[in-house]
């Protein structure tokens, strides 16, 4: 099992030309995800090749629906037009859309995340995330395939670089699926909606929670964490040793007084009854133990 993706994922690329847009999809299709095609206005009517895979262009998201039966779109477009191709995905009702981009501005993200809420029928990850991956199945985004293998852990994290360290140093045990879910003040998918879907699949047995300073999402996510996840849940906060009131390089990474702080976070996942590891490592053996147990 797995969530959000998996082998009935049909996929699409917006910007599948661009230079971002063409090596990510040879790398999806070599993950064995069914890519079908690719979304250019200006290059609609031409294909793109790769290895023995011919993927026809299309002009619009909903055309290459019509066409190829896609139920999820893989953002590779320029910050500057990243709204329009969301709202495009949107009105074209894909069910899923991964926004890869990033340095959209936060306005941006918010109109179309406030249209997406308005029409309905799309789950959003991203932006300025590594997208999803169900290992040995699928890859919607840029997380490397060959790290790790299927297994029995949920991994949702804010950061990119830390999922991929995550699903390495736990690769012997492996992942039903991971998600990036990006560190902007506004992302599609939050770390509660991730939480809830591993909660909900039988194949997933723990969860690892990946955050970092800055805002309340990790607070919020404890709170549900105690009222609503049975299985067990091992966390990881990025930012211990950040200098105070310095700003840190994810946007959402903004501390205010004690809120948004690496403590602040470790304690209210603690009391939710999450593990806390104050490294990446740590974090790793925690979960072994956790296995280990089950």
């Known amino acids: 099992m797995s969530i959000f993706l998996d ?70 477009v320029p910050p500057a037009f990243s709204k329009d191709a969301a709202i495009e995905a949107i009105d074209a009702r894909i069910p899923l859309l991964v926004i890869i981009t990033e340095g959209i501005p936060v306005q941006d993200t918010a109109e179309l995340w406030a249209h997406a809420q308005t029409v309905g029928g799309t789950r959003i990850i991203g932006p300025n995330c590594p997208g999803i991956i169900t290992p040995g199945v699928a890859l919607a985004g840029i997380t490397p395939a060959t790290i790790t293998q299927s297994g029995p852990i949920g991994l949702v994290s804010k950061s990119g670089t830390l999922t991929y360290q995550m699903m390495f140093e736990l690769r012997d045990i492996g992942f039903s699926s991971a998600i990036g879910i990006g560190g902007d003040p506004i992302v599609g998918t939050t770390h509660i909606d991730a939480l809830e879907a591993f909660q909900n699949d039988p194949d997933t047995k723990a969860i690892v929670m990946i955050g970092e300073i800055g805002g309340d999402a990790e607070e919020r996510a404890a709170e549900f964490i105690k009222a609503h996840v049975t299985k067990p849940v091992v966390g990881y906060v990025a930012g211990f040793t950040a200098p105070e009131g310095k700003t840190m390089g994810h946007a959402g990474a903004i501390v205010s007084g004690s809120a948004g702080t690496a403590q602040a976070k470790k304690e209210a996942l603690e009391a939710a009854g999450v593990k806390v590891g104050k490294t990446p490592s740590e974090a790793a053996a925690l979960m072994r133990e956790v296995m280990a147990a089950l």
Do not use: C, Y
């Open 7 to 76: 082998s009935d994922s049909v996929v699409i690329v917006q910007g599948i030309t661009g230079g971002e847009g063409s090596k990510h999809t040879a790398l999806m299709l070599a993950a064995g995800t069914n890519v079908v095609g690719g979304v250019n206005a200006r290059k609609a009517g031409t294909t793109v090749t790769h290895g023995d895979k011919e993927l026809p262009v299309f002009a619009t998201v909903q055309e290459a629906m019509e066409k190829t039966g896609a139920n999820v779109s893989v953002a590779f």
